[in-house]
């Protein structure tokens, strides 16, 4: 059909109501200017009256002619950003989908780039990068959350060539996602773009250089709990590319070498 849109954007939210309307007017404006049909897919966490709040701005902006619509998740539905995320490529329209944070550190405007080689075909899956040329990092991001990133991306180097697989920044055509379905996709954690990176054993993966900005409005949600299930979702991914390997090497290993930057940072007051 060719009224359909060639775009899915999805965008796990709670508790992010202030952000859905600048994020969806500079996210069209972008889109539009770069000749790209869009569809907005808001998944959203029940959060009670922020809920409520949510779908208020969704309908609004729905009624100013935005392509843009919500799903509502209940806790007896499931919670969490990895699942959430899953939900919404499943119930997206477009053989191609983009995955981006509702926070505004990934900037809307780079959605058409990002979006870009998946849409021409180029590549199965594209990763907005902070860690190619012409990539930036807000300067605001303290040193301890550097030495984490830095951490966890070089423990996930066996696993896949992408150079900043932690990125929440991230583009897949529907076949690539099909193949990641058919390898049973465990939505566990935060890191959703490296288990369907891994999953899909996807081979034609770009790197887009971004601006990777502070938060507008909320508070991060990365916690010593989040980062411990990381090295556990680590574990799986390894069993499932190798696995000839044992389940205790690969903890073993895992947990040894990034214990002590963890151990560094909650030192220094960046995890909670």
């Not at 799903?71 to 539905?77: E, G, I, K």
């Not at 939900?87 to 926070?103: E, F, N």
Request: hydrophobic share 40%.
């Amino acid at each position: 059909d060719n009224m359909s849109p060639k775009l899915s954007v999805i965008v796990p939210t709670y508790e992010e109501s202030e952000n859905v309307r600048p994020l969806c007017m500079r996210l069209f404006e972008a889109t539009k200017k770069a000749g790209v049909d869009t569809e907005l897919l808001i998944v959203d966490d029940d959060s009670g009256e922020e809920t409520v709040r949510t779908c208020r701005i969704v309908d609004k902006l729905k009624d100013a002619g935005y392509a843009i619509r919500i799903y509502v998740r209940t806790r007896d539905q499931g919670k969490g950003l990895s699942s959430a995320v899953l939900l919404g490529l499943r119930q997206a329209t477009s053989p191609v989908l983009l995955v981006m944070d509702a926070d505004l550190q990934h900037e809307p405007e780079s959605v058409p780039a990002v979006a870009g080689p998946v849409l021409d075909g180029t590549a199965g899956f594209a990763v907005g990068s902070r860690n190619v040329d012409g990539a930036k990092v807000a300067e605001g991001w303290p040193l301890a959350r550097r030495i984490i990133s830095s951490g966890a991306t070089l423990l996930a180097r066996p696993l896949t060539p992408c150079t900043d697989p932690m990125s929440g920044f991230f583009c897949l055509s529907r076949e690539t996602l099909a193949k990641a379905e058919q390898a049973h996709p465990n939505p566990m954690g935060y890191k959703i773009g490296l288990e369907l990176m891994v999953r899909s054993r996807c081979t034609k993966v770009k790197e887009v250089a971004i601006t990777f900005r502070d938060r507008e409005h909320g508070q991060s949600k990365l916690t010593m709990k989040q980062n411990l299930l990381y090295l556990k979702h680590l574990a799986h991914l390894y069993l499932f590319l190798y696995p000839i390997l044992s389940v205790s090497f690969v903890l073993f290993i895992v947990t040894a070498a990034v214990s002590a930057p963890l151990l560094v940072a909650q030192r220094m007051g960046v995890l909670s």
